[in-house]
T-cell receptor
Framework: GAVVSQHPSRVICKSGTSVKIECRSL??????MFWYRQFPKQSLMLMAT?????????EQGVEKDKFLINHASLTLSTLTVTSAHPEDSSFYIC?????????????FGSGTRLTVV | ELKVEQNPLFLSMQEGKNYTIYCNYS?????LYWYRQDPGKSLESLFV?????AVKQEGRLMASLDTKARLSTLHITAAVHDLSATYFC????????????FGKGTKLSVKP
């Protein structure tokens, strides 16, 4: 089945630094990937839709200059949290959909727990 | 705007009992998905419901979709402890190029 690899699974960084999270589709191509954020005991909130070869589409209220998304190939999307602050601490999850795959469950990465100290 | 509402948000049940989780969505959606999340983990796909009247079953879980009522249900039969997790439904917004809108999740706890 479709597998999405997300790395790192955990990261602790200091305030003001930047952190890059990678999301790879291992056995399928994905023109579209999605980035979600989940606070403890809450649901997933879509941050942005990552489109291969074009600019990402950000949801309302998400700062595009703070959360940089790059979707350079059909199998890799990255999310960079720039100038991180403690309030950016959260669980970030990526999701990818195979081309023509909306009839299947969107596949989620294993998530990245970011802690900013 | 598509909104997805789940209830209940918390469910404590005894092993062997049956129960249903409900998922309502506010506008037309092409697909309805159910996911399971264990603590500290990501989401595991359970079911994809593609059309009105769709019913899918896997083990003790059965999901159904009524697009006219904009309602999906996840029925649990003879619950066991291993089913303890948070269950999310999600509706597809924007057609085949769209994204998923999630409900708040139902935290299920199955007690012996």
């Amino acid at each position: 089945g479709a597998v999405v690899s997300q790395h790192p699974s955990r990261v602790i960084c200091k305030s003001g630094t930047s952190v890059k999270i990678e999301c790879r589709s291992l056995d399928f191509q994905a023109t579209t990937m999605f980035w979600y954020r989940q606070f403890p005991k809450q649901s997933l909130m879509l941050m942005a839709t990552s489109n291969e070869g074009s600019k990402a589409t950000y949801e309302q209220g998400v700062e595009k200059d703070k959360f940089l998304i790059n979707h350079a190939s059909l199998t890799l999307s990255t999310l960079t949290v720039t100038s991180a602050h403690p309030e950016d601490s959260s669980f970030y999850i990526c999701s990818a959909r195979p081309i023509g795959g909306e009839n299947y469950g969107y596949t989620f990465g294993s998530g990245t727990r970011l802690t900013v100290v | 705007e598509l909104k997805v509402e789940q209830n209940p948000l918390f469910l404590s049940m005894q092993e062997g009992k049956n129960y249903t989780i409900y998922c309502n969505y506010s506008t037309t959606s092409d697909r309805l998905y159910w996911y399971r999340q264990d603590p500290g983990k990501s989401l595991e796909s359970l079911f994809v419901l593609l059309s009105n009247g769709a019913v899918k079953q896997e083990g003790r879980l059965m999901a159904s979709l009524d697009t006219k009522a904009r309602l999906s249900t996840l029925h649990i039969t003879a619950a066991v402890h291993d089913l303890s997790a948070t269950y999310f439904c999600a509706a597809l917004l924007g057609g085949s190029q769209g994204n998923l809108i999630f409900g708040k999740g139902t935290k299920l706890s199955v007690k012996p």
